[in-house]
């Protein structure tokens, strides 16, 4: 693995102060967010290192953003964050290193803003006011608006110019995916926290209520719930295969890491059954590291055949 200032020359990042952003956005990252960073620093091709690690720094920006605060809080803090991205991406430079790193990326890589822009409504409406879905539509529509986007503001970045149709697709059956698998492994959490991330037609449909996975019953009805939901996303998960096709070379590695740990964490949470409603579920350490080793040798294997 290269070190980060080589990285940095192999990315085309030269100008002092720029190298200097997207360094001190790197370390925001590795804080905040260690696994996307460490995966992308194994796996990832050199180039494309710095502009996707600022893309997740990005995401991670107006993650925290929507989800912090009161309501008014939310609202003041992702309109004003709205404000400093598009001086930002106007070429304003900012006190921010992480906007100045990000709308660098942006430029030199040409991702398309309305991704960008998209991203931050969602942010402002399905996210900031998120109170769970009535619906399976309801869940389809916050993909569309949030969760998509937020996809392609990081990942895009991968692509020169963005991503083309197909590939864009592809990102959004890979998001449809991990959002069903994110949401079943953090479902102790969530509503621990006040959050249901099940459609409530879904529980009117086996006859469960909230109250019921609050207090994690061991019911037939419960389980069946759980039960159905994982085959949803166990269906989802399949309609992502051939994705890493769509990806670029030098991310292929990583998207395969990425498919193979979701798959990991479905199956973690299909034999916890009732207890992911007491726990969330995690990845473990022993799957996690083998699919390291072996996406880390496909690494390999793709940098010398580019060479």
């Known amino acids: 693995m290269p070190s980060w200032s080589t990285t940095l020359t192999r990315a085309g990042v030269s100008d002092p102060r720029l190298r200097e952003d997207y360094t001190r956005t790197a370390r925001r990252v590795l804080r905040r967010d260690p696994a996307p960073y460490v995966t992308l620093r194994l796996l990832a091709a050199p180039h494309l290192v710095p502009r996707l690690a600022v893309g997740v720094a990005f995401m991670n920006l107006v993650d925290d953003t929507a989800e912090t605060g009161t309501p008014e809080q939310r609202a003041a ?7 400093r991205v ?105 509503l621990a926290d006040g959050r249901l991330c099940l459609p409530r037609a879904r529980l009117a449909e086996h006859e469960v209520t909230r109250t019921d996975l609050e207090q994690a019953r061991d019911t037939l009805a419960v389980r069946g ?7 949803r996303a166990r269906t989802a998960l399949a309609a992502t295969d051939g994705i890493a096709d769509l990806a670029e070379p030098g991310l292929r590695p990583v998207v395969t890491a990425m498919t193979e740990l979701m798959a990991h964490q479905l199956t973690a949470v299909e034999k916890a059954g009732v207890g992911a409603l007491r726990k969330d579920v995690g990845y473990g350490l022993a799957a996690p590291l083998r699919t390291l080793l072996r996406a880390r040798a496909l690494s390999r294997r793709t940098a010398r055949s580019t060479v």
């Open 77 to 83: 803090g992702l309109a004003a964050l709205a404000a």
């Open 225 to 231: 719930l759980l039960a159905a939901e994982c085959e």
């Open 86 to 190: 598009e001086a930002a991406l106007a070429g304003e430079h900012g006190p921010d290193p992480l906007l100045r790193a990000y709308a660098d990326a942006v430029h030199t890589r040409n991702l398309p803003v309305h991704w960008i822009t998209r991203f931050l409504d969602g942010a402002a409406t399905a996210e900031a006011t998120f109170d769970g879905f009535a619906d399976e539509a309801e869940f389809q529509d916050y993909l569309d608006a949030y969760a998509w986007p937020g996809v392609l503001v990081s990942t895009g970045l991968q692509y020169q110019d963005g991503p083309d149709e197909q590939q864009a697709a592809g990102w959004r059956r890979f998001v449809d995916a991990a959002q069903r698998v994110d949401f079943l492994a953090d479902l102790a959490g969530d």
